[in-house]
């Protein structure tokens, strides 16, 4: 009698090799999305930040152009026009500047606003306010900081400085 040998399933090599290959494949997509996540997150923290410091230049020189009063201090800065009152306060414990604008004939401005500027995933590591008075009259202000933007796979931090110029005296 012959013995015939069954070769109809899988030995235990070709197991191991089909298991390496599917860990390979699998490893290589976690850290597909995972790149992809972080990617993201950057793109997003850029631009969050960006839009932030846009922002709040944006105002900062509104209100400080306007302004027929302004006194400062490292971490303050109020602003008084005819129509527009500004605040601006650093408080280094939250890492964010509180702020308050009113628009109102008279106004004064609000020593304790209570408006966050940045978002909440947005922290700003240090800030100081810089008031120089100008020879030719008026002042010029400086605004300057870190802002770092918190996100789940990504950071974004940067350093900034601003400087407006207020002619009204």
């Keep these: 009698m012959k013995e015939i040998k069954n070769q109809a399933g899988?030995?235990?090599?070709e197991v191991i090799i089909t298991l390496s290959i599917m860990?390979?494949?699998s490893v290589a997509s976690v850290w597909l999305v995972f790149t992809t996540l972080s990617l993201r997150d950057q793109v997003l923290a850029t631009t969050t930040t960006a839009e932030s410091l846009r922002?709040?230049?944006?105002?900062l020189s509104s209100g400080i152009q306007k302004a027929s009063v302004v006194s400062s201090s490292p971490t303050t800065l109020f602003l008084t026009s005819?129509?527009?009152?500004?605040?601006?306060?650093?408080?280094?414990s939250v890492k964010n500047i509180y702020y308050a604008s009113s628009m109102a004939s008279g106004c004064t401005p609000n020593l304790s606003?209570?408006?966050?500027?940045?978002p909440s995933n947005t922290q700003v590591t240090s800030f100081t306010f810089q008031l120089n008075p100008l020879s030719t009259g008026g002042r010029q202000i400086t605004a300057s900081g870190v802002v770092n933007t918190i996100l789940p796979f990504g950071n974004y931090l940067i350093n900034f400085s601003d400087t407006f110029t207020n002619l009204v005296d």
């Design 55 to 59: 922002v709040f230049s944006h105002s």
């Design 10 to 13: 899988i030995s235990t090599l």
């Design 23 to 25: 860990s390979v494949i």
């Design 113 to 118: 606003p209570n408006l966050l500027f940045f």
């Design 82 to 92: 005819a129509n527009e009152c500004w605040s601006f306060i650093y408080d280094s």
